[in-house]
């Protein structure tokens, strides 16, 4: 059984091939399944605790603008989880990449993930100098 987390009802419900609700549907208000959800969480997390740790504002600004993209993406309809556990920013960005690149598989448009990493990589040359 899969877990959906319900965000408005919808009328109008679409799914992909893989039974999935459509990207769109989702950015109208529809529903999203825990999985999508807590890959979601862990990708803002990531970049929010990049965007934390980064040594210069420009880079935090930068990975900020990655997080508003990727909320953009999501109809800002976005959770969070706790990235405490994680202490290397290298552990983080490939986490956060990892994370990014798995929502390819709950709909998102591979553009759109691969433009979402692309500010990322530019954040992150920003944070190293």
């Known amino acids: 059984?899969?877990?959906l987390i319900h965000r408005s009802q919808s009328s109008d419900s679409q799914t992909t091939t893989s039974g999935s609700p459509s990207a769109s549907d989702r950015q109208k208000g529809g529903t999203m399944l825990v999985p999508h959800a807590q890959t979601l969480a862990q990708a803002r997390s990531y970049v929010a605790a990049l965007a934390d740790r980064a040594l210069t504002l420009d880079a935090s600004s930068a990975?900020?603008?990655?997080?508003?993209e990727?909320?953009?993406?999501?109809?800002?309809?976005?959770?969070?989880l706790d990235s405490e556990?994680?202490?290397?920013?290298?552990?983080?960005l490939l986490a956060a990449s990892s994370a990014i690149r798995e929502l390819e598989n709950y709909g998102i448009n591979a553009l759109s993930v691969e433009l979402i990493l692309a500010m990322l990589v530019d954040a992150h040359d920003l944070d190293i100098g």
């Open 63 to 68: 990975y900020e603008r990655a997080l508003l």
């Open 1 to 3: 059984m899969r877990g």
């Open 70 to 80: 990727l909320d953009r993406v999501h109809g800002d309809d976005c959770p969070a």
């Open 85 to 92: 556990d994680l202490t290397d920013d290298r552990n983080i």
